[in-house]
């Protein structure tokens, strides 16, 4: 769920996403028209793939005073979203709503990530991560998240140990974090969004990371070259091609690795080149489906 506080009379606009970006950037573009929350139900929805590996529909619950109504309507619409309903509704507090139907996310045998208001006991041997997500960022439970943490969960403890890491678009530092819970020595979370890094260190605090974790609001460009052991990017196509060049410097060259995920497996030949042009090529890939499509993840090295 996403969500800006708020706690006014609004109406509910059930709607459906063409396909899996859609789904992705409908929920922000929502927002940013002026609704106060976007639950998302069904498979697609964080921690619930679709059973069995087949895509499923994820249903978009935006929640709407009636005085945003029509410029909510349009950003879905534009977005590539479609309202099927419209439904009014009691006043909700989201300060307390948008944490409904978060649950663990397990990474593996090796790691679970856990919304920082919920008990739960790791499995022996398995690392644990709480995470408050806020309103603005997630826990770890989109397919693109569990798909960037299981190729960072691949790597070698060797290679992670110790190993400095660069987290872009951190968002709530789930990566940056995982790879510090992980061994990693020191971590850096890099994100355009001013919320970000307040709520990266939140959760370093709460993790008992905060040592090893720097947080910066600021461009890719500002990175210097070959500095990173691993390099950590959960973005969309449209966010990751501008900064390829960047990326791809700053690993550390020989033995540095890129994680990349937010992309669709339809993306991956044109993801490839660009980044064969730097001198990185793909050496491990993983894909998950949810919602309409399927979402891929890919390591590259020098």
């Known amino acids: 769920m996403r969500a800006r506080s708020a706690k006014a009379d609004f109406v509910r606009l059930r709607a459906t996403a063409r396909d899996a970006l859609a789904l992705e950037l409908a929920p922000c573009a929502a927002i940013e028209a002026g609704a106060s929350g976007v639950e998302e139900r069904g498979p697609g929805a964080a921690g619930g793939p679709g059973a069995g590996g087949e895509a499923a529909s994820t249903e978009l619950l935006v929640y709407t005073e009636t005085r945003h109504e029509a410029a909510v309507r349009a950003a879905l619409a534009e977005a590539g979203a479609t309202v099927t309903a419209r439904e009014p509704v009691e006043d909700l507090d989201w300060s307390v709503a948008w944490r409904e139907g978060l649950v663990p996310v397990e990474i593996g045998a090796r790691l679970v990530v856990v919304p920082a208001f919920l008990a739960h006991a790791p499995r022996p041997g398995q690392a644990a991560l709480a995470i408050e997500p806020g309103q603005a960022f997630g826990t770890g439970g989109h397919a693109s998240t569990r798909l960037a943490l299981a190729l960072l969960c691949d790597e070698p403890a060797q290679r992670v140990a110790g190993a400095w890491v ?102 991956r030949a044109e993801i490839a080149a660009a980044f064969a042009a730097h001198g990185l090529s793909v050496v491990a890939a993983r894909a998950e489906t949810d919602a309409t499509d399927t979402w891929l993840g890919l390591t590259l090295a020098p």
């Open 166 to 267: 660069l987290d872009v678009g951190t968002g709530s530092g789930v990566l940056a974090l995982a790879a510090l819970r992980l061994g990693a020595g020191r971590a850096v979370g890099l994100d355009l969004d001013p919320l970000a890094a307040p709520a990266a260190r939140e959760n370093a605090q709460r993790n008992g990371l905060a040592a090893g974790l720097r947080v910066f609001t600021g461009p890719a460009a500002a990175l210097r070259p070959g500095r990173f052991d691993l390099v950590l990017a959960n973005l969309l196509k449209r966010e990751l091609l501008p900064v390829a060049a960047q990326l791809a410097a700053a690993v550390r060259r020989p033995g540095g690795r890129l994680v990349l995920a937010g992309l669709l497996a339809g993306e």
